[in-house]
């Protein structure tokens, strides 16, 4: 099932050259048969299958096709749908709330894995050489660390509708969480690492 058993995550950057806002619809057209495809086979073999989080001027792009690909699919009695939510961009949780409404929207259980993200450098230089007023990830690890929490506790107050997905190797961050998992009665969340990180923990 897809809580006990293997799941897989996926780049759709690795599925499509031009996988890019710029590019929208032929993305749309050429990525989503792919990707409800790799959903479709997810769901016959009952494993989890996440979209993997990558740069931020992907992300709205990435949301349409993980929410077309599940229209496509019509099957929500699956709950191994999943997307990747990374804490340091600051849409975190308005991500987080978009995602609780789709599943909401379509009465299907969905899996949120929680991260705190993997491309700061790229994010702040892009932004640099673009012009931007702002960052579009928080610029101070606390803030990131914060918002992972707050993430933390959205995702743990809709259990009716996600399946929480914890990935952290920090001590802090995993500990607050498992505390407020008790705190909220939450018994359907797992942690994660990544492979050979943060066994002893």
Known sequence: ?????????????????????????????????????LMRLAAHYDIGLAVDAEET?????????????????ATPEWAGAGFVVQSY????????????DLARRRKQKLMVR????????????????????????????????LAYLACAARLLASQDNIYPQFATHNAQTLTTVFAMAQRAGATAYEFQCLHGMGEPL
């Open 89 to 100: 961009q600051k849409r975190c949780i308005a991500v987080i709330d978009w995602l609780i």
């Open 114 to 145: 929680l991260v705190k993200g993997a491309y700061w450098d790229g994010e702040i230089k892009r932004a640099q050489v673009d012009g931007l007023n702002d960052y579009p990830v928080f610029t101070r690890k606390a803030h990131s660390d």
């Open 57 to 73: 001027d992907r992300l709205d792009l990435s949301l349409d096709l993980f929410e077309a690909a599940l229209e496509k699919l």
């Open 1 to 37: 099932g897809v809580q006990r058993g293997p799941g897989v995550s996926v780049k759709l950057s690795a599925l499509h050259p031009r996988y890019e806002t710029r590019q929208r619809e032929r993305a749309m057209h050429e990525l989503l048969p792919r990707l409800t495809e």
